[in-house]
């Protein structure tokens, strides 16, 4: 089954840039659709990126042209480029995922957690 494995989080000054990866196994990445969300203290998990089987990615409004999700099949990794940050990009960060390609097709788009089925443990990010 599938396993996640975040990393790359930290704390940095507001303006700068942080890049997590999500490392996958126990499936080709190349067949997974799969996001990246985010859950401040006191909040909902939210959704941040998102990217289908066949590459197409979308973003929440409040991270477009500052965040961009990727996926490398050569290492079976999920990305997440983040520049500008700003303090209210403060979170824990998440990368989840289904195996199912009729899941992916029927929820293509959807910012809500629970369509996903597999999470990894999360990665910090703190912007001051």
């Known amino acids: 089954h599938v396993q996640l494995v975040e990393s790359g989080g930290g704390s940095v000054q507001a303006g700068g840039s942080l890049r997590l990866s999500c490392a996958v196994s126990?499936?080709?990445?190349?067949?997974?659709?799969m996001a990246w969300f985010r859950q401040a203290p006191g909040k909902e998990r939210e959704g941040v990126a998102r990217?289908?089987?066949?590459?197409?990615?979308s973003y929440t409004d409040s991270v477009k042209g500052r965040f961009t999700i990727s996926k490398d099949s050569t290492d079976n990794t999920l990305s997440l480029q983040m520049n500008n940050l700003k303090p209210e990009d403060t979170a824990m960060y998440y990368c989840g995922t289904d195996d199912s390609q009729l899941a992916c097709r029927l929820r293509r788009g959807s910012w809500s957690s629970s369509d996903l089925r597999f999470w990894g443990q999360g990665t910090q990010v703190t912007v001051s």
């Open positions: 990217i289908e089987v066949d590459y197409t990615k």
């Open positions: 126990g499936y080709g990445l190349s067949s997974l659709c």
